[in-house]
């Protein structure tokens, strides 16, 4: 191989590290919302505790829990604000040219896409509870690949309607999930912020 052709397959490889680098940080930046409102109910824990009300008021389906105690109000209501928060900020660093080249959308319609994203994050992870008690796995237990995915796939769905991604987009989203998602709650649990691990 000559020099040229070296050099050609430096760049080539170089160019393909940094598309891919890119697809990450896309995905990651896109789903910034949904981590924020997943991460909500941890966060939120200590406080306001007249809003920790179990979103199934305790009540039971087949004699089981619906979802859980752990699923509460409080988690889902600051979920949602959490969300939403974190795309005002999208948008006002869109709208000053920050963070554009990793920005899928214009994030003019913020608001919708940061309620979308929250509430679909949070029904993805209610959904999941329901299946948990169903099949007797208790809160905190592992259930492999659902734990990491539940909100990411809410999240998705939800906000459809308003944004279709590519599906090599979607499948970065939920690998980086999945990682990023085991990862947290690891440090979490060592960092005592959370009882379990996953």
């Given amino acids: 191989m000559g020099r040229s052709e070296g050099c050609l397959a430096s760049s080539g490889k ?5 598309m891919t680098l890119n697809l990450i940080a896309v995905a990651f930046y896109f789903m910034l919302p949904a981590y924020f409102a997943n991460m909500a109910p941890v966060i939120v824990k200590n406080s306001f505790k007249k809003l920790a009300v179990p979103i199934d ?8 829990p619906i979802f ?3 699923k509460t109000w409080r988690g889902f209501i600051f979920g949602v604000i959490f969300a939403v928060l974190i795309t005002f900020i999208q948008f006002l660093f869109f709208k000053n040219n920050i963070f ?20 679909g994050a949070l029904v993805g992870d209610l959904v999941e509870s329901f ?30 309607p308003l944004i ?5 987009l979607i499948i970065v989203i939920i690998l980086i999930s999945f990682v990023s998602h085991i990862a947290v709650n690891h440090l979490s649990y060592y960092l005592k912020i959370r009882k379990e691990r996953w």
């Fill in 14 to 18: 170089e160019f393909t590290e940094k």
């Fill in 68 to 70: 859980g105690k752990n």
């Fill in 131 to 160: 299946f948990k008690r169903r099949l007797n796995i208790g809160p905190g237990k592992r259930f492999i690949p659902f734990d990491q995915t539940d909100f990411v796939i809410g999240a998705l769905i939800f906000t459809y």
């Fill in 100 to 119: 554009v080249n990793i920005s899928s959308i214009d994030y003019n319609n913020w608001f919708l896409f940061g309620l979308l994203m929250g509430i």
């Fill in 57 to 64: 008021s305790n009540k039971k389906f087949g004699n089981k």
């Fill in 164 to 168: 279709k991604l590519s599906v090599e």
